[in-house]
């Protein structure tokens, strides 16, 4: 078997994901992140299946993991924001939110929070 590229087992993993295989999905985020540190999707997954399961923190540092990758993204800013209001971190969860926006102004989920 040729070995995929971090696109293709990314898409393999949303698929599983998404069929709610999230234990098999995050083992291929886990492999994509081994072959492609900054993959910052990877990160932002691996986040998503801790927030599904209410670990906000492990959650946290996450979404933080993916926001060193890629700093402008704005879905990980929100639900960044998500985990901190969780944890009573209401001021943490408005700048969170607040940089969402400012990374995606039409991002009005997030603006509609603060």
Known sequence: MSRMNAEQIYDR???LQKQGDWETAEKEYL???????NYA????QLGNAKLVKQEWQSAIDLYRQALNCEQRYSQAWYNLGVCLENLGDIEGAIATY???VTYNPNYAIADNRN
């Open 41 to 44: 999707p990877a990160y932002f």
């Open 31 to 37: 492999q994509i992140i081994a072959q492609q540190p």
């Open 98 to 100: 607040q940089q969402a």
């Open 13 to 15: 993993a949303l698929t």
